[in-house]
């Protein structure tokens, strides 16, 4: 079994900034890649960033330039630092996971979620 574990959620005023941490634990061999997702009420799940094992990272258009994400590979964790935060970043964040398992088994796991919610 394989646990994605996410802390750092919380409420944040309009241009604050948040530290999002997910770790990794269980029957793992590597990660070849770990991101964030988000959804907000009313509307479907979306990707957020994602980082592959080589360092190389994707972002969604709406947070480029605000948001940044990083992994620690030694620790199985990765990292969603989110600056200059707009109410239209309200959501809960979950961790993903794309994980290859000493059983040899290449599958997708989801942490629990975390909530951010951006308001004065």
């Known amino acids: 079994q394989v646990q994605l574990v996410e802390s750092g959620g919380g409420l944040v005023q309009p241009g604050g900034s948040l530290r999002l941490s997910c770790a990794a634990s269980g029957n793992i061999i590597s990660i070849p890649s770990m991101g964030w997702y988000r959804q907000a009420p009313g509307k479907e799940r979306e990707l957020v960033a994602v980082i592959f094992s080589g360092g190389s990272a994707k972002y969604a258009d709406s947070v480029k330039g605000r948001f940044t994400i990083t992994r620690d590979n030694a620790k199985n964790t990765v990292y969603l630092q989110m600056n200059i935060l707009t109410s239209e970043d309200t959501a809960v964040y979950y961790c993903?996971?794309?994980?290859?398992?000493?059983?040899?088994?290449?599958?997708?796991?989801w942490g629990q979620g975390t909530q951010v919610t951006v308001s004065s």
């Open positions: 993903n996971g794309v994980v290859v398992t000493k059983l040899g088994y290449h599958d997708s796991y």
